[in-house]
């Protein structure tokens, strides 16, 4: 279940990442959408665990 | 010997690879029904016919049959579906379960039973295809129970979490959820049976080689080797496959409860 958060972070905030890199012409917004994503991930996991905990 | 003749033995040997998986057509030439295919009619037929016989005759004495079907029935009802889904609920979903784990697992193991030896899960589009009727399934009964706002907002918005950070997490639990989900259930099904009919396949086409059309007498033991690693493979196949079919109606009926869930 877990498993999935990172890769749908990475998969949503990449691509937007990616969008806007298109959109903006820059190359640097879809790692740093990646990386964001997958963050985020990871901070809500934390969350959901603690409170679960 | 040479380095030429370590070169011409390399080139002798075709490694397998994805093309192994594109089997030809069973009748004719339409690749509409190719062995996998085939194979997932046998098992259909088999599973059916498997509770059909040990549940014909019900006796409060039960007969070895209906033994068997009783518990290979209670596993996945007391196993699965009441420990996840939770004992309100959980019955009307016991068939699907039921049906969904010994179809996946009569199709894996085909992986090594001799002469089918194919497990039709590695073709990733039935992988997807049963993954697709989960999903449907999954997201069916949520809207069922909260309504199709009162269910969206069950699945995007997580319990405990407040403020604006909502903002950026709602998309990711949505893409998490309805999208990736689904593709995950069915890559793993896929990817395992798939490498591990690779690993079969190399082992034996390698010892087949090696034995009898490498040419070279010091390479015949290196070949039962490899043979004899092929059926410790096979062994260990057997694990997969029944663990993969368990893993994928365990996520099943996971998804199911956190649908019908209250509360995260």
Redesign the interface.
């Known amino acids: 279940?877990a498993?999935?958060?990172p890769?749908?972070?990475a998969?949503?905030?990449g691509g937007v990442g990616w969008l806007l890199d298109r959109w903006l012409e820059t190359s640097f917004l879809f790692p740093v959408g990646l990386l964001f994503?997958i963050g985020?991930?990871i901070y809500?996991l934390f969350?959901?665990y603690l409170?679960a905990a | 010997m040479s380095a030429a003749d370590q070169v011409l033995v390399a080139e002798g040997f075709t490694p397998p690879g994805p093309g192994d998986f594109e089997l030809p057509a069973v009748f004719g030439d339409s690749l509409l029904f190719t062995k996998p295919a085939l194979l997932l009619v046998l098992a259909a037929v088999l599973v059916f016919g498997f509770f059909l016989v040990t549940s014909r005759k019900m006796a409060m004495v039960p007969s070895k049959a209906q033994y068997a079907g009783e518990e290979a029935y209670s596993f996945v009802r007391n196993g699965i579906a009441r420990d996840i889904i939770g004992s309100s609920d959980f019955i009307r979903f016991v068939p699907l379960l039921v049906a969904l784990f010994f179809f996946i697992l009569i199709n894996n193991v085909f992986g090594i039973v001799p002469f089918i030896q194919f497990p039709s899960f590695s073709r990733v589009s039935f992988a997807y295809a049963l993954a697709g009727l989960v999903w449907v399934l999954y997201n069916g009964v949520g809207i069922w129970k909260h309504g199709l706002f009162g269910y969206l907002k069950h699945v995007t918005v997580?319990?405990?979490?407040g403020g604006p950070i909502l903002l950026?997490?709602i998309?990711?639990?949505f893409?998490?959820?309805v999208?990736?989900?689904p593709a995950?259930l069915a890559l793993r099904l896929f990817a395992n049976m798939f490498a591990g009919h690779l690993l079969l396949i190399l082992f034996t086409l390698g010892a087949e080689y090696l034995v009898f059309e490498a040419g070279k007498a010091a390479y015949t033991p290196v070949g039962v080797l490899a043979f004899l690693m092929a059926i410790a493979i096979s062994f260990l196949e057997l694990l997969v496959q029944f663990l993969q079919a368990y893993v994928f109606t365990l996520?099943t009926a996971?998804y199911i409860s956190?649908a019908l869930a209250e509360e995260?």
């Open positions: 279940m498993f999935g958060y890769i749908g972070g998969a949503f905030y994503g985020l991930a809500l969350k959901l409170n | 997580p319990g405990g979490i950026l997490i998309p990711l639990e893409f998490s959820t999208i990736v989900r995950t996520l996971m956190g995260h």
